[in-house]
């Protein structure tokens, strides 16, 4: 079921235009990155959702399951959404325990609740143990995810997340990485990032945005199939610069790419099987010392790089 869709999505400030007619949906129980590099308009977006800007035209349109009123759009978009900013503001005098009971209570739960809810998710982001410590004295990481444990207490249907790991050391971002990673049983999750990594670890879905525009969406294997093209790459011990260039003549051999130096080397292919039997060949029949040879389809980044560019 579709818990939120984006219509011809616009956001302008001043003479600029941040989002320029993103359109996307989000079905319940998905977790999905939106993707792009800085100022392609993810954060903007993101506050949109999350009711924090109105946008300049567009439509967001939520649905409720609520007896009676399943399928029709909901006005009061508050109690459905969580929201971690990328740089989210704690009381540092403030214990752990205390900012959640407080964060509940905005939420309007009852007093016994929002203490009861704020224990529970202590527990569930690794802070019970230190509930009653100032946030002023929490790691980056512990503050990141008392973050998204207040973006929680009221049990949001879609939880958003702008750029949750990119302030953290290693061991933070994994921490944080696999806390989303347990939390996406329960609850739809939207998180931008530039780190293509987390989101072909992470995600069923990406949005990829670029210049305020939705450049492709989809899940991975139906971006893979649009974007995806075979490509061999070739590390040598010396340059492969007079290969290169006879291997521009060859029929399955699309288009070459070789790093500064001539000793890396990208070909995207019209047939695998017919390219790596060939290069092989040329390449024993040559004597070139290969370090690396792989055959196989084209990565998230390329594919990301594609969409925008494209």
């Given at each position: 079921?579709t ?9 302008r ?6 989002v320029?007619?993103?359109s996307?949906?989000?079905e319940?129980?998905r ?6 590099p800085?100022?392609a ?8 959702l999350?009711g924090?800007?109105e946008?300049?035209?567009g439509d967001?349109?939520?649905?409720t399951?609520e007896?009676g009123?399943e399928g029709?759009?909901?006005r009061?978009?508050?109690?459905l959404?969580?929201?971690l ?14 900012y959640?009971?407080?964060?509940g ?6 007093k016994t ?11 569930t982001v ?5 509930a009653g410590?100032?946030i ?7 503050k990141q995810?008392?973050?998204i ?12 997340l702008?750029e949750p790991v990119?302030a953290?050391?290693?061991i ?46 989809g899940?991975l294997e139906?971006?893979?199939r649009r974007f995806?093209?075979p490509?061999?790459r070739?590390?040598?011990e010396t340059p492969?610069?007079e ?7 060859f ?7 070789a790093?500064?130096g001539g000793?890396d080397?990208?070909?995207t ?7 790596r039997?060939?290069?092989w060949?040329?390449l024993?029949?040559r ?6 040879f792989?055959?196989?389809r ?13």
């Amino acid at each position: 079921m579709t818990l939120v869709r984006v219509e011809r999505l616009v956001k302008r400030f001043g003479s600029g235009t941040a989002v320029d007619g993103a359109s996307f949906s989000i079905e319940e129980g998905r977790c999905v990155a939106l993707l792009g590099p800085n100022g392609a308009g993810k954060t903007t977006t993101l506050k949109m959702l999350a009711g924090l800007l109105e946008p300049t035209e567009g439509d967001i349109v939520f649905r409720t399951e609520e007896p009676g009123n399943e399928g029709r759009p909901v006005r009061d978009i508050r109690r459905l959404i969580g929201f971690l900013p990328q740089y989210p503001a704690f009381f540092p005098w403030m214990s752990g325990r205390e900012y959640l009971t407080f964060s509940g209570r905005l939420a309007r739960l009852p007093k016994t609740e929002a203490k009861r809810r704020a224990e529970e998710l202590l527990a569930t982001v690794g802070l019970a143990e230190a509930a009653g410590r100032r946030i002023g004295g929490y790691s980056g990481g512990m503050k990141q995810r008392l973050g998204i444990a207040q973006a929680l207490v009221h049990r949001p249907k879609l939880l958003l997340l702008d750029e949750p790991v990119s302030a953290l050391d290693p061991i933070g971002r994994r921490e944080v990485l696999d806390m989303i990673g347990r939390i996406r049983r329960e609850t739809t999750v939207l998180f931008s990032t530039h780190v293509l990594h987390d989101a072909e670890d992470m995600c069923d879905d990406i949005i990829m945005m670029s210049k305020g525009k939705v450049a492709a969406a989809g899940t991975l294997e139906e971006i893979g199939r649009r974007f995806s093209e075979p490509v061999i790459r070739i590390r040598a011990e010396t340059p492969l610069n007079e290969s290169v260039e006879r291997w521009r003549t060859f029929a399955s051999v699309r288009s070459i790419e070789a790093e500064p130096g001539g000793r890396d080397v990208r070909l995207t292919v019209a047939d695998l099987a017919e390219a790596r039997a060939a290069l092989w060949r040329d390449l024993g029949e040559r004597g070139v010392p290969v370090v690396r040879f792989e055959a196989g389809r084209t990565t998230l980044e390329e594919l990301f790089l594609k969409a925008v560019s494209g």
